[in-house]
């Protein structure tokens, strides 16, 4: 299988081409054929010579992604695509339009180890970590798909960013050159399950892109159960790791909070948030839960609108981020699921269609 050439930064392609014998500035021909314009085949790279197309062809792929699945809520147009990878993978991703935003929010990882109980990729396991190249294919071709510019990325969808770490500054840099796709590097969010020594090494690193964290109980025992890596990274050492980050970095984190009925949602639990988050520079953003399990269901709109002004008359951070999407299942992994379950209905029915016969 060729490379795809999505994986080079502007100055590995730089290399490339001086190994080749062409000059530097044919680079910056080739990120703008890419990434400004789009374009979906070498051929049509025409202000580069027949030669160096020829050539770009022969040693890499330009789209690796083949899209198997797509899903359109009706009640507000969030857009989930499932994708499959050049060896046969599978992975999912969402454009949420929220005026005047429209957010794509993408895979890092084939699955995920981590295994957050209210989470569909989580049961799927870890399979793979995504190149830099396949997480940046994901917003080439949804902004081809909506015809539209994107106007921030989240690290959201499959996976966990912290443990793709290489692959996803890469692809955050690729996306936010300014030869290249030219996002602002504030508008690209990573956002991790509380991977610490991530954290610790994106402030070392002062990555210009922006941290959330989904922390989703203030209390280490529930925390574990909902989230076991909080076995490992406990919710004091997280906060100190969010903390020094804001300080260093004199950026404002956001925490992310899944509301889940009868497990976080209280006000006990609200008024432990505010206590244990104030000192942070930070926003909050509670999501009702949009897991499919029973046992991880959203609590009622009272519970959620009584938990935000809890929060927000003691701190006025918090903001109350929809269910976009509810209706298609558009939380991570879940399309992923629903396309297996067919796949195996339907191995099923051919296999019962062959004993008949
Ligand atoms: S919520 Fe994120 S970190 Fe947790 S299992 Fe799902 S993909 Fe992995």
């Not at 062409?22 to 979906?40: C, G, L, M, V």
């Not at 699955?111 to 830099?132: E, H, S, V």
């Not at 956001?254 to 009868?262: G, P, R, S």
């Amino acid at each position: 299988m060729k490379n795809s050439i999505l994986d080079l930064s502007s100055e590995k392609l730089t290399e490339y081409l001086a190994a080749a014998g062409e000059p530097a500035f044919r680079s910056k021909q080739i990120f703008e054929s890419i990434y400004a314009q789009n374009k979906t085949s070498f051929d049509d790279f025409s202000t580069l010579p027949k030669k160096i197309r020829s050539r770009l062809d022969q040693d890499f792929s330009l789209r690796t992604l083949k899209k198997i699945d797509e899903i359109v809520s009706p009640v507000d147009n969030t857009r989930k695509f499932l994708w499959q990878l050049g060896d046969g993978y599978k992975i999912e991703s969402v454009v949420i339009y929220e005026k005047p935003r429209i957010t794509f929010c993408i895979s890092s990882q084939v699955g995920c180890a981590l295994d957050c109980k209210f989470c569909a990729t989580g049961k799927m396991g870890i399979l793979r970590n995504l190149t830099p190249g396949e997480i940046v294919e994901q917003v080439l071709q949804m902004q081809d798909l909506i015809d539209a510019k994107v106007t921030n990325v989240v690290f959201m969808g499959m996976g966990e960013p912290m443990l793709n770490y290489e692959s996803v500054i890469r692809a955050a840099e690729i996306l936010s050159h300014p030869r290249g796709f030219g996002l602002g590097a504030r508008r690209i969010t990573i956002s991790t399950s509380g991977i610490i020594p991530g954290i610790k090494r994106f402030t070392e690193e002062k990555q210009p892109f922006s941290l959330a964290i989904s922390l989703n109980s203030t209390e280490d025992e529930i925390r574990e159960k909902i989230m076991p890596i909080s076995r490992k990274y406990p919710i004091e050492e997280l906060l100190e790791a969010a903390r020094i980050y804001s300080e260093n970095m004199r950026r404002i984190i956001t925490f992310e909070y899944v509301l889940i009925d009868k497990i976080n949602s209280s006000i006990a639990n609200a008024k432990q948030l505010v206590q244990l988050t104030h000192r942070i520079p930070c926003k909050i953003n509670v999501i009702p839960c949009n897991s499919t399990d029973p046992e991880y269901s959203p609590p009622s709109r009272e519970t959620v609108r009584e938990f935000e002004n809890y929060v927000n008359n003691r701190s006025r951070r918090i903001t109350l981020r929809k269910r976009k999407g509810w209706e298609i299942q558009a939380a991570c992994g879940q399309l992923y699921a629903e396309n297996e379950k067919k796949k195996r209905k339907n191995k099923n029915i051919t296999e019962q269609d062959n004993l008949i016969r």
